[in-house]
């Protein structure tokens, strides 16, 4: 039996729908990486994307562009790995850290 009371939210979006939701998408990413993340001139567009994207998805996105924006950084400023130096010392015979 088909519960009638679900939400539109629920249902697959087709591809109309998920077309302007990548297009929404876009549009904020854009804005964002020109104007910062804070730039009140890009909440119209946050907004928008919010309205036409299901929440999963907006989600998956959000996190989606927060690491290509990690991985620009390191691949921009280098990456360095902690060395044996800077590691801290644990004591391996059980007696607890030696930091």
């Known amino acids: 039996m088909v519960d009638s009371t679900k939400k539109s939210a629920e249902i697959a979006p087709n591809r109309?729908?998920?077309?302007?939701?990548?297009d929404s998408r876009d549009a904020?990413?854009?804005?964002?990486e020109k104007n910062g993340t804070d730039a009140p001139v890009c909440d119209h567009l946050?907004?928008?994307?919010l309205n036409l994207c299901p929440g999963q998805w907006v989600k998956h996105f959000d996190r989606k562009f927060i690491y290509e924006q990690y991985k620009k950084k390191v691949e921009q400023d280098g990456f360095e790995?902690?060395?044996e130096n800077a590691a801290?010392?644990?004591?391996t015979t059980g007696g607890g850290s030696k930091i």
């Open 81 to 83: 790995p902690i060395t």
């Open 46 to 49: 946050r907004t928008e994307y």
């Open 88 to 91: 801290p010392k644990t004591d």
């Open 16 to 22: 109309a729908e998920r077309k302007a939701c990548w």
């Open 28 to 32: 904020y990413w854009k804005c964002i």
